[in-house]
């Protein structure tokens, strides 16, 4: 059964370095998504993105945030400088072209801890 | 905005009981979807279940069923024969016309063998 992957599955780096977690989303979906979670809290939308470009963001998604897709199958998530707010489990997730069950299919998650 | 709330922060069963899990939300909208999602401490993000909104019949999925209640705005979870493997946290999620998917604040669920 197809599944979105993400990578690294754990990443710790230092306050004030940049840092890119990435995505693979299922294939023929074209909505893609990424969440986050803070430890022990709700899982929070950060951004939306459909034909190349950015649906919806949250106010969490301020400019320290970017998202891409370079070349058609990866989907990336950068923080320019991070904070130690930032340490948070972030979950990327797609979405196929129609509605069909409504579900999004969210990947294993990508753990980072900022120190 | 839409907003969604589980009341229930921490649940515990007996292993084969039965438990419900407790959901509402806020929207203006005729037309979403609500999911059940379930978080194992891996911390993946597993569907359990699925509601569309203009379905009247509750949506079962084995052990799984739910209560849509659309005029009250509620949905809850029950699961039957819990199994300690049922042990997670519980994530109610609305979806709207759009795309965005908005989380309830999670309902931590031990299953005592």
């Known amino acids: 059964e197809p599944e979105v992957t993400q990578t690294p599955s754990h990443q710790v780096t230092q306050m004030g370095q940049e840092v890119i977690l990435r995505c693979v989303p299922i294939s023929n979906h074209l909505y893609f998504y990424w969440y986050r979670q803070i430890l022990g809290q709700k899982v929070e939308f950060l951004v939306s993105?459909?034909?190349?470009?950015?649906?919806?963001k949250s106010e969490i998604f301020d400019d320290q945030f970017s998202v891409e897709r370079p070349d058609g199958s990866n989907f990336t998530l950068k923080i320019r400088s991070t904070k130690l707010e930032d340490s948070a489990m972030y979950f990327c997730a797609s979405s196929p072209p129609d509605r069909g069950t409504g579900e999004l299919f969210f990947g294993e998650g990508s753990r980072l801890t900022v120190l | 905005a839409q907003t969604v709330t589980q009341s229930q922060p921490e649940m515990s069963v007996q292993e084969a009981e039965t438990v419900t899990l407790s959901c509402t939300y806020d929207t203006s909208e005729s037309d979403y979807y609500l999911f059940w999602y379930k978080q194992p401490p891996s911390r993946q993000m597993i569907l359990v279940i699925r509601q569309e909104a203009y379905k009247q019949q509750n949506a079962t999925e084995n052990r799984f069923s739910v209560n849509f209640q659309k005029a009250a705005k509620s949905f809850s979870l029950k699961i039957s024969d819990s199994q300690l493997g049922d042990a997670a946290m519980y994530f109610c999620?609305?979806?709207?016309?759009?795309?965005?998917?908005?989380f309830g604040g999670g309902t931590r669920l031990m299953v005592k063998p």
């Open positions: 999620a609305y979806r709207n016309a759009g795309n965005m998917l908005t």
């Open positions: 993105f459909y034909n190349n470009e950015i649906s919806e």
